[in-house]
């Protein structure tokens, strides 16, 4: 059974950290890019990072452009999004998604370009 798993949210304070991890089961990684995605409360879910399946194109939206970082290990099954100078606006549940998606496409691909979600991890960002 396909299935990905987000771990490592939590509370932290505003100029904290907090690395997100994104564990696949059940399919090969490798062939697949990777997204996270983010959704507080009464906003629609917009997208934060890519990554493709190779690891060498990654996007970030503006808002997060400095302070997070995305990266894979294949071997691993996993993905990471390591997020730096966190600030309250920051504060969602966090999603990962896997998709056959291009590294030539450029920009952060809208959520209908993934196949597959995971449950998602809330991330807190308050003093």
């Known amino acids: 059974q396909l299935q990905l798993v987000e771990s490592g949210g939590g509370l932290v304070q505003p100029g904290g950290s907090l690395r997100l991890s994104c564990a696949a089961s059940g399919f090969t990684l490798d062939n697949y890019a990777i997204g996270w995605f983010r959704q507080a409360p009464g906003k629609e879910r917009e997208g934060v990072s890519f990554?493709?399946?190779?690891?060498?194109?990654?996007h970030y939206a503006d808002s997060v452009k400095g302070r997070f970082t995305i990266s894979r290990d294949n071997a691993k099954k996993t993905v990471y999004l390591q997020m730096n100078s966190l600030k309250p606006e920051d504060t969602a549940v966090y999603y990962c998604?896997?998709?056959?998606?291009?590294?030539?496409?450029?920009?952060?691909?809208?959520?209908?370009?993934?196949?597959?979600w995971g449950q998602g991890t809330q991330v807190t960002v308050s003093s």
């Open positions: 998604a896997a998709g056959f998606i291009p590294a030539r496409i450029g920009v952060l691909p809208p959520p209908e370009r993934y196949a597959y």
């Open positions: 990554i493709s399946s190779g690891g060498g194109t990654t």
